[in-house]
């Protein structure tokens, strides 16, 4: 069964650095998302993307973020200088963007530490 | 404003024991629902979803009741094993689009005793 990859799983960074985190979606699919996880907490919103361009963000996602589909295949999160409360697990996710559902399937994780 | 609240509920339950997860959403307008199950470690995995205009869906050991009355949607597990021991999140989407975004609630965790 298809399913969406991210890389790497853990990612341990020091404040004021920049990290790229990567996801391979689902291949047909066309919508793409990424949303965090701090601790203990509910998963959130951060952006959408479809057509090579930001279809929503969230307030979360401020100037220190950008998202890129450099090729057909990866989808990447960039953080440009990183804070410790963007430590949290962020979850790509990927929908096909049409039928009845509109199931979005989500990415394994990758764990942003930053210290 | 946008508010899917599941109010931090634990939830205990003997191996084949029906469970009864419950959910409280603020907004009306929300025409999309689904439930997922989060394992330690891993993404949100899809369960079951529903539309606004349903109240009822089944599948596989699984049905979600919709109440649009009280804005209220419940995960009904049957015969619960220890497998299904997880976090449940309820999420909507409020904008009617196949490519909205999703809107999560805080979670419950479900403890299945073998």
């Known amino acids: 069964e298809p399913e969406v990859t991210q890389t790497p799983s853990h990612q341990v960074t020091q404040m004021g650095q920049e990290v790229i985190l990567r996801c391979v979606p689902i291949?047909?699919?066309?919508?793409f998302y990424w949303y965090r996880q701090i601790l203990g907490q509910k998963v959130e919103f951060l952006v959408s993307f479809y057509n090579n361009e930001i279809s929503e963000k969230s307030e979360i996602f401020d100037d220190q973020f950008s998202v890129e589909r450099p090729d057909g295949s990866n989808f990447t999160l960039k953080i440009r200088s990183t804070k410790l409360e963007d430590s949290a697990m962020y979850f790509c996710a990927s929908s096909p963007g049409q039928g009845f559902t509109y199931e979005q399937y989500f990415g394994p994780g990758t764990r942003l530490t930053v210290t | 404003g946008e508010s899917v609240g599941l109010h931090l509920p634990t939830l205990s339950v003997q191996e084949g024991d029906n469970s009864i997860i419950n959910c409280a959403y603020s907004?009306?307008?929300?025409?999309?629902f689904i439930w997922y199950k989060q394992e330690s470690g891993k993404g949100p995995q899809f369960i079951i979803d529903?539309?606004?205009?349903?109240d009822k869906r089944q599948g596989q050991r699984v049905t979600v009741l919709l109440n649009k009355t009280v804005k209220h949607l419940s995960l009904q597990i049957a015969a619960t094993q220890p497998g299904d021991s997880a976090v449940y999140f309820c999420a909507e989407n409020l904008s009617g689009t196949s490519y909205g975004k999703l809107t999560f609630g805080q979670g419950t965790i479900l403890t299945v005793h073998p």
């Open positions: 291949s047909n699919h066309l919508y």
């Open positions: 907004n009306s307008a929300s025409d999309y």
């Open positions: 529903i539309r606004s205009n349903m």
